[in-house]
T-cell receptor, first 115, second 113 residues
Framework: AQSVTQLDSHVSVSEGTPVLLRCNYS??????LFWYVQHPNKGLQLLLK??????LVKGINGFEAEFKKSETSFHLTKPSAHMSDAAEYFC?????????????FGAGTRLAVHP | ETGVTQTPRHLVMGMTNKKSLKCEQH?????MYWYKQSAKKPLELMFV???????ENNSVPSRFSPECPNSSHLFLHLHTLQPEDSALYLC????????????FGPGTRLTVT
């Protein structure tokens, strides 16, 4: 069975400094991985996705993630945080084969950005 | 209207009430989903519909009853809920039930008193 572990429940950074949100996954075959973001009182928005193409994936708003099979990781990064990046971020793995494509969500990491 | 919309955005109901949550997608998708988001817990998939047929019922109590009259609309009928059912209920849609990318609505914040 697939699972996702987000290693930090809260991350706090200063505006203009790098962001690193960590995610490890468990999968019995080649997974598809995603990062979603949820701003307060909003639904989830897809930031980026990895589906077995390039291991470095670029998403919206300057975010990137690198798929590292040897480390079973899919960490999310951004070189310079902006105040508008403050939100909750979810790492997600797709369960794949079966009756439908089921998304397994991590518990979330809340990112705070300070001036 | 664009994307996925949900109404109402907030709902307070007593344990004996009957209410319904509504979701509408304007993306031409064929699959729709209900998720429950509780504090400090990962998102839980509740139901999946593909072309108006239920594909998955993820061990959800019968006090939650979904309805999908067409591929653009999804309802969640609520009856005799418990306080622990208080949560954010999110609707999502995707091109089909095998698509990776799901588009989410803003959610309905439900409080059961």
């Amino acid at each position: 069975a697939q699972s996702v572990t987000q290693l930090d429940s809260h991350v706090s950074v200063s505006e203009g400094t790098p962001v690193l949100l960590r995610c490890n996954y468990s999968s019995s075959y080649s997974p598809s991985l995603f990062w979603y973001v949820q701003h307060p009182n909003k639904g989830l928005q897809l930031l980026l996705k990895y589906t077995s193409a390039a291991t470095l994936v670029k998403g919206i708003n300057g975010f990137e993630a690198e798929f590292k099979k040897s480390e079973t990781s899919f960490h999310l990064t951004k070189p310079s945080a902006h105040m508008s990046d403050a939100a909750e971020y979810f790492c997600v793995v797709s369960e794949g084969p079966g009756g439908y494509n089921k998304l397994i969500f991590g518990a979330g990491t809340r990112l705070a950005v300070h001036p | 209207e664009t994307g996925v919309t949900q109404t109402p955005r907030h709902l307070v109901m007593g344990m004996t009430n009957k209410k319904s949550l509504k979701c509408e997608q304007h993306l031409g998708h064929n699959a729709m989903y209900w998720y429950k988001q509780s504090a400090k817990k990962p998102l839980e998939l509740m139901f999946v519909y593909s072309l108006e047929e239920r594909v998955e019922n993820n061990s959800v109590p019968s006090r939650f009853s979904p309805e999908c009259p067409n591929s653009s609309h999804l309802f969640l009928h609520l009856h005799t809920l418990q306080p622990e059912d208080s949560a954010l209920y999110l609707c999502a849609s995707s091109q089909d039930h095998m698509s990776y990318e799901q588009y989410f609505g803003p959610g309905t914040r439900l409080t059961v008193t």
